[in-house]
């Protein structure tokens, strides 16, 4: 079957798109996607220009990935600014790149969507393709981030390079509720956890849930500001900005989690979150003040309490963060797969791969230790 490259989300139905395995996750959802291009958030003028890919049976969507021609590798969470150094040294062009991932949303998901009654030969197809349009156009490589453990062994079976990483997620195993789950930790960070809660109180603090249905535009400029506020505090500008934050409020609708700190009547800071079928993604967070614990709580204690009483089994509140262990994450293993065209490269960052790879594991051992629990 052809493989057909999109050069917009809206090149296919909202509806074909999302009933595609895998397009359940808010994050691949076809909504999700459109609110990045119509936003001007990804497009040619950004260093995203669409690349989508599908395959058409029968005039039906049978099998999809969201694709970008990157001119820069920033945005993406799997970091390759070494490799691109490297070929510079070289006198030659790492960019343009191909990538086959969700902007700025490191979130572990399947990215080859399929149709449900359709071959999971079609994956394989979508990977194949991907290569080919390197050869086809002249580009460097191609790169899959944040692909589950299926589309791991698809792209590893063709050859392609498997990097590994690590995050902190919490899993839900049957809590009744907070205490329940702060039974299992040990006696110190046990009080250490209370504690944090308490000093929200303390500072005079109360904590709103929002979905995306109840956020009022007043509310969403508030969103936007703070979570702009976050990235110029580091030095960057953001990626998303306030139209993106618009449309999804009103095309994910629930799915989108706002939980916002007030002192009075006065918002003070937010924690944006998005909600998938099985598991809770924490995403932006932003306050216009200093107030002690707050960021603990907005960001992890509260997405913690919101997975208990909805029975939501992962969360996964993004990239980074060794304090998250303290509060009951634990170290999970996240993978990338990479295609490199020229073999001289290819042989060196595997080696590299090789290596690094060693390094995580041991990394992810070591962090393990340190989990709140009580050992059995």
Known sequence: ??????????????????????????????????????????????????????????????????????THSWGEFVFDFGWAQAYARHGLSYYPKLLCAVPFSPINNRHLLVAADAQEALSGELIDALAQRCADQGLSSAHATFIDATERAAFQARGWLIRSDVQFHWHNA????????????????????????????????????????????????????????????????????????????????????????????????????????????????????????????????????????????????GTQGEHKIARGFAPAHTWSAHYIADGRFREAIAQFVQQEGASVDAYAHSAGEHVPFHRT
């Open 1 to 70: 079957m052809p493989i057909r490259e999109l050069r917009t989300i809206d090149d296919v139905p909202a509806a074909e798109w999302n009933a595609l395995q895998g397009a359940q996750c808010p994050f691949l959802r076809h909504e999700f996607l459109a609110a990045l291009e119509h936003s001007g958030c990804v497009g040619r003028d950004t260093g995203w220009q669409p690349a989508h890919l599908a395959i058409h049976e029968d005039g039906r969507l049978r099998a999809a990935a969201p694709v970008y021609r990157k």
């Open 174 to 317: 049957g809590y009744r509720d907070f205490e329940h789950y702060l039974a299992d930790f040990r006696a110190d960070k046990r009080k250490q956890m209370r504690r944090e809660r308490r000093r929200i109180a303390e500072e005079g603090l109360r904590i709103q849930t929002l979905r995306g249905t109840q956020l009022t535009d007043e509310l969403l400029g508030f969103v936007y500001q703070t979570h702009a506020r976050t990235f110029h505090a580091h030095g960057h500008e953001p990626y998303l900005n306030l139209a993106f934050f618009r449309e999804i409020t009103r095309t994910l609708g629930d799915a989108l989690l706002v939980k916002l700190a007030l002192q009075g009547e006065t918002p003070v800071a937010v924690a944006v979150f998005v909600v998938g079928p099985d598991a809770l993604y924490g995403r932006y967070w932003g306050a216009i003040g200093d107030f002690h614990s707050l960021h603990f709580e907005l960001c992890y204690h509260q997405g913690i309490e919101f997975c208990i009483q909805n029975g939501l089994a992962r969360f996964e509140p």
